[in-house]
């Protein structure tokens, strides 16, 4: 199953995600856990990386893309793989599309985490005291956001004229939005 989801932070994707991963046996393939650990690991473009996701500013298609390239030809993503946090644009949104007919793959659902901005920037910030991402700070929460409505609501329309869109309701508790997940996904498996 080849599966994304999609919607602003603290909508609870990264939480769903893996779940679906344990749960379906694929892969939970995070471009923020990817370039996160890219950081910690202290090299030239794990620093680089590090400077603009604390800005809140996306890292640059390129490298992005081929990041995505590459661990998506990996052999445990044969089977499937849940995709959180890309694409964020159009030009990835586009990049995706034609890796997979490259690779004679389709997505099978985008899952759509609809979250009013007060509740997810309140997810945000709390998660920001739990866990103190450097990237949590309420101006990079805010910017974050921005970018999120201009630049990454487009992949929702682009990906919603397939009409493989699950819109899902993100404010309810993680259970109920796990079995609103569980029931759309009965239906595309
Ligand atoms: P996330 O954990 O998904 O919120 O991502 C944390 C940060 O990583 C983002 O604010 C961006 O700086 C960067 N990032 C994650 N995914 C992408 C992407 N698909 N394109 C560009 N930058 C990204």
Same mark, same amino acid.
């Given at each position: 199953m080849n599966l994304l989801v999609l919607g602003p932070q603290g909508a609870g994707k990264g939480t769903q995600a893996k779940r679906i991963a344990s749960e379906y046996g694929i892969p939970h393939v995070s471009t923020g856990d990817m370039f996160r650990a890219a950081q910690a690991e202290g090299t030239e473009f794990g620093k680089q990386v590090g400077e603009i996701m604390e800005s809140g500013r996306l890292v640059p298609d390129e490298l992005t893309i081929a990041m995505i390239e590459e661990r998506l030809s990996r052999p445990d993503a044969r089977a499937g793989f849940v995709l959180d946090g890309f694409p964020r644009n159009l030009t990835q949104a586009e990049a995706l599309d034609a890796m997979l007919v490259g690779i004679g793959r389709g997505l099978d659902a985008i899952l759509f985490f609809d979250v009013p901005d007060e509740v997810g920037t309140q997810r945000a910030l709390e998660r920001a005291q739990l866990e103190g991402r450097a990237d949590d700070t309420p101006e990079v929460i805010a910017?974050?956001?921005?970018?999120y409505h201009s630049e990454t609501e487009p992949v929702a @329309?682009?990906?919603?004229?397939t009409g493989k869109l699950?819109?899902?309701? /993100? /404010?309810?508790?993680?259970? @109920?939005?796990?079995? @609103?997940?569980?029931?759309?996904?009965?239906?595309v498996a």
């Open positions: 910017r974050r956001l921005q970018i @329309e682009h990906y919603r004229a699950i819109p899902l309701h /993100a /404010a309810r508790t993680i259970d @109920e939005v796990w079995s @609103e997940i569980t029931d759309s996904l009965q239906v």
